[in-house]
C-alpha cells in the first residue's frame, strides 16, 4: 500500500475512537449531546427520531465500534468471507450514518453562505451572532462528516485490497467498461450537466425575488424579505450556487483540466485532479446529507407554503448530490495517471472532453 492507504485505517480509527469517547462521557454524565431535542435546528435532521436518552450511548457504540473496525482493516491477514462480508457492511453503513444522517441541511447552509460571513464580518453584515451559528452542534456535525468521509477512504481501501485490487487506485489489470475514459467521458458530460441545473433553477428564484419578482411567494413575504435583508442574503447563496454550477461544469470541460491562459502565473498549466475530486465529493455529500434531512421533515412543506416555484428547486435536489458525485468519479476516472502503488498507467484526458 502507498502511504497515504497505509495510514488512513489508523487515522479514521484515531478520529472516531476520540469522538466515540466524547459520547461515552455524555452517557455516563448525561451533558453534552449535540442532536435530536438538544438541537435548535434539528427539526430537519432525521436524529430528532432519535430520543435524546438514547442518544450518547448509540454513538458511543457505533463510533466505538466503528474504531474497532478500522483498526482490524490495518491489518494486513487476508479475513474468510463472512468476516469480511461483516466488516464491510458495518464499515460503509456507519460511514453513509455519520456522513449522510448526522450532518443535515445545516451543514449545507453553512458551506453557501460560509463566503459571506466570511467577507462580512468585519463590516457587521449579515447582522448574525456569529457564536451562536458555529456552536458545539455545529462542530459536531461537520466532526461527523470527518468521520464519515475517513472512514469511507479506510473500508474502500481495504475492500480493494481484500478483493485483490490495488488499495490506492483500485485498479486490478482487468479494467471495467464502465470506467474506460472514453465510456467515463459520455456518462460523466450527462451527470455534469444535471449537477449543474439544479442549482441554476434554485438560483433563479432567489434572483428573482432580489429584484422585486415574488415568485412562488406572496407579495407581502416578499416586501418582509425585504425590509429585513433577507433577500439579499438569498442572492449571496444563489450567487454561490450559480458559481458551484460553472465550477461544476469544468469537468467536462477543458478549462477543468487546464488553466485558461489568460490566468496569471498559472495559465496553460495542467489542474490538478485533486482540486476538482476533493471539492466535488464533499459538496456532493454535504447537498445529499441537506437533502434527506429537509424533505423528510413533515414542517417543511408547511413552513414553504405548500408547494409552488419557491420549493419546486428543492424537489431536484434528490439528483443534485447523486449527480455531482457521478459527475465527479468520472472525472476522477478520466484524469487518474499511473498509478504510485501498481505501476498500472491511467488515462490522460478525453480529446473534446
Known sequence: MTTTSRRIAPFAAGWLGLWGAVALAGTLTGRGYPFGGNDANG????????PVRYGPP????????????ALAMAGTARPSRPLRALLLGY???VAAVLAVVVPDVRV???LGYLPMLIVGAPFGWPPVDYARIFDWTLAAKFSALAAGVLLAAAVLAWQRRTAGACAACGRDGEEAGWTTPATAARWGRWAAWTAAAIPLVYAGTRFAWAVGLPLGISREFLAELHETGLVWAGAGLGAFATVGAVLTLGLVRRWGEVFPRRLPRLGGRRVPPLLAVVPGTLVAIAVTAGTLGEL???????LAGGFGAATAPMLLWPLWGPALGAATLAYHLRRRGVCA?????????????
Open 58 to 69: 448509540a454513538f458511543a457504540a457505533l463510533l466505538l465500534g466503528a474504531a474497532v473496525a
Open 108 to 110: 449545507l447552509v453553512i
Open 296 to 302: 423528510a421533515t413533515p414542517e417543511f412543506w408547511r
Open 341 to 353: 502503488r501498481c505501476r498500472r498507467p491511467g488515462a490522460g484526458p478525453i480529446p473534446g472532453a
Open 43 to 50: 427539526e430537519a435532521s432525521l436524529l430528532r427520531l432519535l
Open 91 to 93: 464499515g460503509w453503513t
